[in-house]
C-alpha cells in the first residue's frame, strides 16, 4: 500500500462547477498536509496547508482534513482554466524530516 | 522562485560522464531536498540534508551524492550519469522539519545520451 494515494484522473471539470481532489494516507502519525499545484513544465507551488481536523479556506480553495477515515481533500470553488494543473497532496509524519509526495492527480477545467 | 535557484535549467550530457546540479538559497533554512520526477512515479526522495554537512538518503538514493559545505548551497552530483537518470530535478529548502511544507526550485531537466 502507498503511504499517500491520489486518483491520477484526468479529473475534467466544466468551468464555474467545484472541482473536488482527494487523497489518502497509510500513517496514522501523519500530522502536516499540504496541497501543491503544479502546471506543466513548472515545479510545485504551495497553496494549501491543513493540521488539525475540519475545513481550511482560503479564497476558492478549501482544504478538509479527516484523520479518523485519514483522508485529506481540496476543494476549488468556481473553477477556472487557469487552475487546470497537477495537484499533489503530501504528507508530513510526526518526527520525520521529510514530506510523502502522492503522484498528483492532473485537473482539467473546460471552458 | 522566493529565495531558491537551480542550475543549471537544462542540460544534455553523455552517459558515463559526471554531473553536478547545483540548489542555492538565500532564506537560511536548515533542511534542503533534491527530488526527481519522472511520469508515472510522481516526486522521489533522493537526498536531503538537514544542515551544513549533515544529509541523508532518500528513496532512490543509487548513482547519486550529495555534498553541503555552506547552509546556502546544496549540490547533487550524478557519479557516472546513465541513461536512467533522465529526468527533471528539484531542489526544496524546509525552515523547520518540513513542517511548514517545502518551496521548490524552479528544476533542472536533465538528459543523458
Known amino acids: 500500500q502507498k503511504e499517500v494515494e491520489q486518483n491520477s484522473g484526468p479529473l475534467s471539470v466544466p468551468e464555474g462547477a467545484i472541482a473536488s481532489l ?10 502536516s498536509f499540504f496541497w501543491y499545484r503544479q502546471y506543466s513544465g513548472k515545479s510545485p507551488e504551495l497553496i494549501m496547508s491543513i493540521y488539525s481536523n475540519g475545513d481550511k479556506e482560503d479564497g476558492r480553495f478549501t482544504a ?6 485519514q483522508y485529506v481533500s481540496l476543494l476549488i470553488r468556481d473553477s477556472q482554466p487557469s487552475d487546470s494543473a497537477t495537484y499533489l497532496c503530501a504528507v508530513n509524519i510526526f518526527g520525520n524530516e521529510k514530506l510523502t ?7 482539467t477545467i473546460i471552458p | 522562485d522566493a529565495g531558491i535557484t537551480q542550475s543549471p ?5 553523455e552517459t558515463g560522464t559526471p554531473v553536478t ?6 532564506e537560511n533554512h536548515r533542511y534542503m531536498y533534491w527530488y526527481r520526477q519522472d511520469p508515472g512515479h510522481g516526486l522521489r526522495l533522493i537526498h536531503y540534508s538537514y544542515g551544513v554537512k549533515d544529509t541523508d538518503k532518500g528513496e532512490v538514493s543509487d548513482g547519486y551524492s550529495v555534498s553541503r559545505s555552506k547552509t546556502e548551497d546544496f549540490l547533487l552530483t550524478l557519479e557516472s550519469a546513465t541513461s536512467s537518470q533522465t529526468s527533471v530535478y528539484f531542489c526544496a529548502i524546509s ?19
Do not use: E, I, M, P
Open chain 2, 21 to 26: 546540479l547545483r540548489c542555492h538559497q538565500t
Open chain 1, 22 to 31: 482527494n487523497c489518502t494516507y497509510s500513517d496514522r502519525g501523519s500530522q
Open chain 2, 9 to 13: 535549467r537544462h542540460k544534455v550530457t
Open chain 1, 64 to 69: 478538509q482534513l479527516n484523520k479518523a477515515s
Open chain 1, 101 to 107: 509526495f502522492g503522484t498528483g492527480t492532473r485537473l
Open chain 2, 95 to 113: 525552515a523547520d522539519r518540513a513542517n511548514y511544507g517545502y518551496t521548490f526550485g524552479s528544476g533542472t531537466r536533465l538528459t543523458v545520451v
